[in-house]
């Protein structure tokens, strides 16, 4: 049987170039390759960039928010190193390594400013990018996510959900584990048929040596752990019912990041709210985003 993911890839692919998206392939140094989808034309729109979770490749993740947002801002969507079309021979495997490789490329491509909008992983990207880039990066929208994924936080989260490892949880070896995994991040996972599970996992299988050190390099102890300072506007958006990172999580993050953050959240909506409430989740982005764009604009 033919993967319908594939399938489905094929189709959405299509679809995004009908909303004025192209996919480019940018060499960001010799040996390592990024997979982003950009706007056809650019414009003087302001850019917003998308950063996917630990998962799906950046356009399955983004795929509602491409659709809604592509008309009124530049949209940019990478695919993490070994995610997607993004390869690397370095051995480098941490989250500030993502966050040089995603500035360098948005930087080949024109980009000068953005405001990123990053999930999970992509968050703690996102944050990194923020610390690292704080001439290109001028706000942030974050998603069920941290700014550094101590012993502590991975503990208490892992405790939550019954896991003993972030791989055992994040990279499932069989079609059911796969089915857990959705059903601890949605709020209510929609009832599919099986051989969907499996397609899924055939389509996520790549790359598994290098994701396991991915998330071993992302867990840092609370010792080297330390919070920077961020100039930028940032916004917390949740989903109000995340077992992985629970409200809790979001206002220690709120404290953590002081002033300059905002918060709200979304009712019945799991860790992956933007994909299972998009419509409500979108609603709520494009006023954020607004908002962060019209501040920025002042400060300018």
């Not at 953050?261 to 994909?275: D, F, P, Q, W, Y």
Request: glycine share 6%; proline share 4%.
């Amino acid at each position: 049987m033919v993967n319908i993911i594939t399938i489905y890839k094929l189709l959405l692919h299509g679809l995004l170039k009908l909303v004025g998206m192209t996919q480019r392939t940018i060499e960001i140094k010799p040996g390592t390759i990024l997979n982003i989808w950009v706007p056809k034309k650019t414009t003087k729109k302001h850019a917003v960039v998308l950063l996917h979770p630990f998962g799906f490749d950046g356009i399955l993740t983004w795929q509602f928010q491409v659709l809604a947002l592509a008309k009124t801002y530049e949209v940019y969507v990478p695919d993490f190193l070994f995610f997607g079309g993004s390869v690397t021979d370095r051995p480098d495997r941490t989250a500030s390594f993502q966050a040089e490789c995603m500035a360098k490329g948005l930087r080949k491509l024109g980009v000068e400013k953005c405001t990123l909008v990053g999930v999970s992983y992509g968050g703690m990207v996102g944050f990194k990018m923020a610390e690292m880039y704080p001439d290109l990066v001028e706000s942030m929208v974050v998603t069920c996510s941290v700014m550094g994924l101590t012993e502590s936080v991975t503990n208490a989260a892992l405790e939550r959900i019954g896991y003993e490892s972030w791989v055992d949880f994040l990279l499932p070896k069989t079609a059911d584990a796969l089915k857990v995994q959705l059903d601890i991040a949605c709020y209510k996972l929609p009832t599919l048929p099986a051989f969907v599970y499996k397609h899924i996992l055939e389509a996520l299988s790549d790359h598994r040596k290098e994701r396991i050190e991915l998330l071993q390099a992302l867990v840092i102890s609370d010792k080297e752990f330390s919070i920077p300072h961020f100039s930028q506007k940032i916004h917390l958006l949740w989903g109000e019912n995340d077992k992985i990172f629970d409200m809790q999580v979001a206002r220690n993050l709120k404290e953590q990041v002081g002033q300059n953050a905002t918060m709200e959240s979304i009712e019945k909506a799991g860790h992956l709210v933007n994909l299972e409430r998009p419509f409500v989740y979108n609603r709520q982005l494009k006023t954020i985003l607004a908002s962060l764009v019209h501040a920025n604009g002042q400060h300018n």
